[in-house]
Nanobody
Framework: QVQLVESGGGLVQAGGSLRLSCAAS????????MGWFRQAPGKERESVAA????????YYADSVKGRFTISRDNAKNTVYLQMSSLKPEDTAVYYC?????????????????WGQGTQVTVSS
């Protein structure tokens, strides 16, 4: 049974930082491109960042470029999202997802497995 478990969310002031983690189990982690997505109240889920299964290539949404960094540790079956210079508009539930050998630019529908999400709230 595949499980993706996010952690690290919370309440932070604007300009602050948070590090999200997503621990995966039940799959061969090194064969999955991992993505972070977010969904704010009343809005559609959107892609934030992705890192390719074989390591190296990454993708970032324009809204987070230069502020967020995605990384992965295949030995720990974990993907991270380091978020800095946070803004109130970053407030959302953040989800990690796994896409078997997918491209970093793949859309939401291409992801096979999803976590339950972790809330990130940025106060002004």
């Amino acid at each position: 049974q595949v499980q993706l478990v996010e952690s690290g969310g919370g309440l932070v002031q604007a300009g602050g930082s948070l590090r999200l983690s997503c621990a995966a189990s039940g799959l061969i982690f090194s064969t999955y491109t991992m993505g972070w997505f977010r969904q704010a109240p009343g809005k559609e889920r959107e892609s934030v960042a992705a890192i390719i299964w074989r390591g190296g290539n990454t993708y970032y949404a324009d809204s987070v470029k230069g502020r967020f960094t995605i990384s992965r540790d295949n030995a720990k079956n974990t993907v991270y999202l380091q978020m800095s210079s946070l803004k109130p508009e970053d407030t959302a539930v953040y989800y990690c997802a796994a896409n078997l050998r997918g491209d970093v630019g793949a859309g939401i529908r291409n992801y096979d497995y999803w976590g339950q999400g972790t809330q990130v709230t940025v106060s002004s």
